[in-house]
């Protein structure tokens, strides 16, 4: 029993940082913007796709295809933003939450069409190959690197935001972004930042997500993308170490509940939503509670 | 004190670390003209929000005709008799002029919700009435001949005649103005300051206002209250404000030019 | 009576004649288009409510309409047909036993829907933030899970057919008119405007002393009603239904329609319904193989998709206002445009 535990234990933990890579997107996007960028759950898809064509189509070797996939995915999350929301970054909230919807239903169909809906596999890399096998516990290799890299890239993020200039610009945004400007801020080059660095950690959450369970098809971004917005509600919306403690608990609290009700294993991907609900009814900002409304008076 | 219509007792705010409003108490004397000035960022209308019940202070009480109003829902304070005007005018821009005046009529509707499927008499009745009594609104404020045009179709000074309608269209026993001359000329500051008075006489309003514009305040206001830094440096009428040492300091370091 | 009210109703009555018509000589093809019309109008016009008139972004329909298909659907399916087609795990026993004639099924449809409506209204309305669009879609998203897995209760993946072919045109073109009566009047009290308050700014509607929360609630449920009855009206007209019917495109597709006609009019939902619709039925060749000349282009699912989403995309950042913006059809409107014709046409 306990090695039950703590097999699923391990397991939540590798899924919860997937959810946290995913979900710090999407709560900086929204502390900078205060708009739920749909399109995010996509981006991680794009990532995995484009480090399959590295590999599979240009042969590069993993790590080569890896980091040209995060970058390139980085840059079409700026693109994005540029293209599609940053000319209506002043109209009203919905306007930016439909264009939104729009990108994110035209990066599914785009990829469908292009590249077909039969679910491809995905080549997995040397170094997560394997299994450890550890007193009846079974360690994919893979799942002990991601919360390693996930952490590090969040201590690497926390960093950023508290230590650089345009860290934190970006924090200075999240709380008055007229104030901001005013400053002598560069607000559309502190928001570019902000969507490549989401957008990268989306790619590497999409390459490890691939790894893991390891078949890619263009609307795979979706429930990942909605659980890690749940995750982000969780841990309180626009604060980037609570979409990652938000993403953990997420990922554990799946996991044990089928652990320990396995009659309702094929209502796991509803868990997240019902966290969401419960978090929304009694503790709204979220674990770290942080105010985001901006001075509306 | 029976004559006041609102009463402040110690009221603070505190956003996490910093303090916008530091122990003010103020009150408000009924059919008065009662001003609120100080320099910019003196938590003016951080103090207005907390009337109005859109920021619940960290200590204190707001008390309205003698009732303790501190924590009541923003939208409540409206039957009870208080109705504001925002700094930056905000009219309802996809409605015309004569449909924001009847959102200020919205309270006094008594239907329910099937009524206007049913089309009941009390249906077509209050309508009927919700429209009249907005018409004869604009007429008192003369703008009856835009009732049909999109609010942003106006002049900035028209606009806030007509949020100030809007407001009187609630029936308020006290009416809060946060900065209603701001982005006037002179006349048009002349004009609101007629407009003020008068309304305040025909309909038996107290007004409680926030403004920047000295001479505007000077000329309306029986009594005025001056913040700095988030408290209360000074009260008194027009004249004894205009010879109070705190008052002109605090106010030396800020460009007074647009009296 | 005004003479509004008259010319209204004689539109009405000329509507219905050419129903009459369509179902005697029209193709079976063409009627299942004049049906799909009919019902995709009624889930856009209600689906408007709270997006375009109350500015709150919900992304629920394609949920609502599920629930009402279900419930629509097990409501209306005798006994026996429920007690054979349960293979897997044999129905719940109150469900296999209910069983009621079509309006009854419809209107409880929509009242479970609505109830829907009310649970998930109740937490998202009482927090200030865009949640509404996430929760909304993680709703979908669980009832397409739960109608997997609630074998008791929809049979699962296998879903439910031989549902009785009850929808005709006279049942959803009645129910059309019903729902476009109902959210007018609506629309056009104060309710409504408190609605469009709350859409063009919040604190001001709140600061004269609308309760924003009960009004965001009223469209929400509201809408939520009309959506549970389409999509009982849906079921009965293709007659099985499955989770896979209701995905997030029905949604998507929804939203199209009412940016592009508009977001805060429903004249321009129900032009753009009409237009969407059928273009949507034009470019299913799209998906299919063409012949063009002697060349022949293999199908691509997914295109059509992708020119809607484009659709969306660029009105958005070009024609925010739609086809209406907010405006509404008149009757005084159009006998202007006609006497201005008359008079430079003489």
Request: charged residues 15%.
């Amino acid at each position: 029993m306990l090695t039950t535990i703590l097999q699923q234990l391990i397991n939540g933990i590798s899924a919860g940082s997937l959810y946290a890579l995913v979900a710090i997107g999407y709560t900086m996007v929204y502390g900078v913007l205060r708009m739920i960028n749909f399109a995010h759950g996509d981006i991680l898809m794009v990532g995995a796709y484009l480090a399959f064509f590295g590999i599979s189509a240009f042969m590069l070797p993993w790590w080569a295809s890896f980091i040209t996939a995060i970058i390139i995915t980085g840059l079409v999350g700026v693109l994005m933003e540029r293209l599609a929301y940053k000319p209506i970054r002043n109209a009203s909230r919905v306007s930016l939450l439909i264009t939104a919807v729009g990108v994110s239903f035209f990066l599914e169909n785009l990829f469908l069409v292009l590249f077909g809906g039969v679910p491809k596999a995905f080549p997995i890399a040397p170094i997560f190959h394997g299994v450890l096998n550890y007193n009846q516990i079974y360690l994919p290799v893979v799942s002990i690197y991601t919360p390693i890299i996930a952490l590090a890239l969040l201590y690497m993020l926390l960093y950023i935001l508290h230590n650089t200039k345009y860290g934190i610009a970006m924090r200075s945004i999240a709380l008055d972004i007229d104030t901001t400007s005013l400053m002598g801020i560069n607000v559309d080059i502190v928001i570019s930042l902000v969507f490549f660095i989401g957008s990268s950690l989306a790619a590497v959450g999409g390459i490890l997500w691939s790894t893991q369970y390891p078949s890619i098809n263009p609307l795979m971004g979706i429930m990942p993308g909605l659980k890690a917005f749940a995750a982000a509600v969780l841990g309180g919306i626009g604060d980037v170490a609570g979409a990652a403690i938000g993403g953990l608990v997420l990922g554990i609290s799946e996991v044990l509940i089928v652990a320990f009700f396995p009659s309702l294993a094929g209502y796991k991907d509803a868990f997240a939503f019902l966290l969401l609900i419960l978090v929304l009814l009694f503790k709204p900002t979220g674990i770290m509670g942080k105010e985001l409304e901006r001075k509306r008076f | 004190m029976e004559n006041n219509i609102l009463s402040c007792e110690h009221v603070s705010m505190k956003f996490g670390g910093l303090v916008a409003l530091n122990d003010i108490s103020l009150n408000v004397v009924k059919s008065s003209i009662t001003g609120l000035i100080g320099p910019n960022g003196a938590g003016k209308t951080t103090m207005f929000n907390v009337v109005t019940c859109n920021l619940k202070p960290t200590m204190g009480k707001v008390i309205f005709e003698g009732k303790d109003i501190t924590g009541y829902k923003p939208y409540k304070i409206v039957p009870i008799g208080m109705a504001r005007t925002f700094q930056n005018i905000r009219l309802f821009e996809n409605l015309t002029v004569l449909e924001n005046i009847m959102i200020g009529f919205a309270n006094k509707v008594k239907y329910k919700l099937f009524e206007p499927i049913l089309k009941t008499p009390r249906f077509l009745k209050q309508e009927k009435e919700t429209k009249n009594k907005a018409y004869e609104l604009l007429e008192k404020i003369n703008l009856k001949e835009k009732a049909h045009l999109k609010a942003t179709g106006l002049s900035y000074g028209e606009q806030r005649k007509v949020e100030i309608a809007r407001a009187l269209a609630t029936s308020p026993k006290l009416l809060l103005l946060d900065e209603p001359a701001a982005g006037m000329n002179p006349n048009e500051k002349i004009a609101l300051m007629y407009f003020i008075k008068e309304i305040k006489d025909s309909f038996n309003l107290t007004v409680f206002l926030i403004e920047h514009d000295m001479k505007f305040v000077m000329g309306i206001c029986q009594k005025i209250y001056v913040l700095d830094y988030g408290a209360k440096i000074a009260e008194g009428t027009p004249e004894e404000i205009q010879k109070n040492p705190k008052v002109i300091s605090a106010y030396l370091g800020e460009a007074n030019v647009k009296s | 009576m005004n003479r509004n009210v008259i010319l209204t109703i004689f539109s009405i009555i000329l509507l219905f004649v050419f129903l009459y018509y369509a179902s005697h000589h029209f193709s079976k093809y063409t009627i299942i288009i004049l049906n799909n019309i009919a019902i995709t109008m009624i889930l856009a016009v209600s689906y408007n409510l709270i997006n375009g008139i109350t500015g709150q972004f919900s992304l629920a329909p394609n949920g609502f309409a599920a629930v009402g298909a279900y419930t629509a659907a097990l409501l209306s399916l005798t006994p026996a047909q429920k007690q054979a087609m349960f293979i897997i795990d044999p129905i719940m026993p109150i469900l296999g036993s209910i069983h009621l004639p079509f309006l009854p099924a419809l209107i409880v449809a929509g009242l479970v829907t609505a109830f829907f409506g009310f649970i998930l209204g109740f937490p998202v309305f009482r927090t200030r933030g865009d949640y509404l669009a996430i929760v909304t879609l993680g709703f979908g998203i669980v009832i397409d899970i739960v109608a997997n897995n609630a074998i008791t209760i929809t049979n699962g993946p296998l879903g439910l057919k031989g549902i009785s072919n009850y929808t005709n045109v006279w049942w959803s073109y009645g129910w059309l008119v019903f729902t476009i009566f109902v959210v007018m009047s609506i629309i056009n009290s104060s309710y409504g405007r408190a609605m469009k308050a709350i859409r063009d700014d919040e604190d001001a509607a709140i600061a004269m002393g609308i309760n924003t929360f009960k009004m965001k609630m009223i469209a929400f449920i509201v809408g939520a009603f009309f959506q549970g009855v389409a999509g009982g009206l849906l079921a009965h007209l293709i007659t099985t239904i499955s989770p896979t019917l209701f995905t997030f495109f029905l949604t998507f597709n929804l939203l199209v329609i009412i940016v592009m006609g508009g977001l805060g009019s429903i004249t321009g939902t129900v032009i753009s319904t009409i237009v969407i619709v059928w273009g949507s039925e034009l470019l299913r060749v799209f998906d299919q193989p063409m012949h063009i000349f002697n060349f022949t282009t293999p199908g691509i699912p997914g295109l059509r998709m992708i020119i809607f989403s484009l659709l969306l995309i660029f009105t958005m950042l070009f024609a925010r206002e739609g086809i209406m913006g907010k405006k509404e059809f008149s009757w005084e409107w159009l006998f202007s445009v006609i006497k201005g014709g008359k008079k430079n046409g003489k």
